[in-house]
């Protein structure tokens, strides 16, 4: 199953991150993400090192014993068919900018002390990116931490 180093594709193609939702969970550390995506991909630790990488070097990353750089991360993700956002989080950029939107529906709800509203638009952020960081925290004043019913 030759594959070119330059390519930037895999064997299989260009994969979506919705198409790995199932095989590789938000959650998990980096090296269990590629190791998920590459035996998702059919390819062996060799296949996917190619000729850029050893396939020990590949098996160091999957296991958590080397932290790839961001060059390396970039071309794994590139070579496994998927987001670099992706790989480094398990969440696409298309899910971030969803929870985004909401977050910023849910600041509008609070700036109009509409707090039961908010806390739903959050659970819903939330639960649409289950088990990740969004990097940011949201503008909550001081008087939301009252009663959602208080007006």
């Known amino acids: 199953m030759g ?9 299989v193609g260009r994969v979506t991150a919705r198409t790995h939702g199932a095989s590789a969970p938000r959650g998990l550390r980096l090296g269990e993400r590629v190791r998920q995506l590459r035996v998702s991909s ?3 630790q060799s296949e996917l090192a190619g000729d850029r990488f050893s396939k020990e070097y590949i098996s160091q990353i999957e296991r958590g014993k080397t932290r790839p750089t961001n060059e390396t991360v970039a071309w794994l993700a590139a070579r496994l068919g998927v987001e670099l956002e992706f790989l480094q989080s398990g969440v696409s950029s298309e899910e971030r900018d969803r929870a985004e939107a909401i977050i910023a529906r849910a600041e509008a709800h609070i700036s109009r002390r509409e707090y039961g509203q908010a806390i739903g638009a959050f659970r819903e952020a939330a639960a649409s990116v289950a088990g990740f960081a969004l990097g940011r925290t949201p503008n ?11 007006r």
């Open 140 to 150: 909550v004043p001081r008087s939301a931490t009252r009663s959602s019913t208080m």
């Open 3 to 11: 594959m070119r180093a330059d390519s930037g594709r895999s064997a």
């Open 42 to 44: 059919n390819l062996t």
